[in-house]
């Protein structure tokens, strides 16, 4: 599987973005899809994740209510719907896969930015 994510920019306090992520090379069935971030100096952080084949979501505490995570079937993509963000959500956006049933994500696109002003 190879990902290509993009959409990131720079956006005020309260407003939004959305991240897509192409995916490509193999059947996705298998797959859980996420998103992680990276903040200057900071750990990376599970953001969303989704599984392929159901819908099923999953989101961190701190973007609950804010961010929704959906995944396209005939266009094989997965995209992160930001809204209200804040300056902490300043980061480097990566999407991943991870085959259903593994403890990590194996498998990365490149990042992409995202930066919000005050």
């Known amino acids: 599987v190879q990902l290509q994510a993009s959409g990131g920019g720079l956006v005020q306090a309260g407003g939004y973005l959305r991240l897509s992520c192409a995916a490509s090379?193999?059947?996705?069935?298998?797959?859980?899809m996420g998103w992680l971030r990276q903040a200057p100096g900071k750990q990376r952080e599970f953001v969303a994740g989704?599984?392929?084949?159901?819908?099923?979501?999953k989101y961190a505490d701190s973007v609950k209510g804010r961010f929704t995570v959906s995944r396209d079937k005939f266009k094989d993509s997965v995209d992160l719907q930001m809204n209200s963000l804040n300056p902490e959500d300043t980061a480097l956006y990566y999407c991943?896969?991870?085959?259903?049933?593994?403890?990590?994500?194996?498998?990365w696109g490149q990042g992409t930015l995202v930066t919000v002003s005050s």
């Open positions: 090379g193999r059947t996705l069935s298998r797959y859980v």
């Open positions: 991943a896969a991870k085959v259903r049933g593994a403890s990590e994500y194996a498998i």
């Open positions: 989704i599984t392929w084949s159901e819908g099923i979501t």
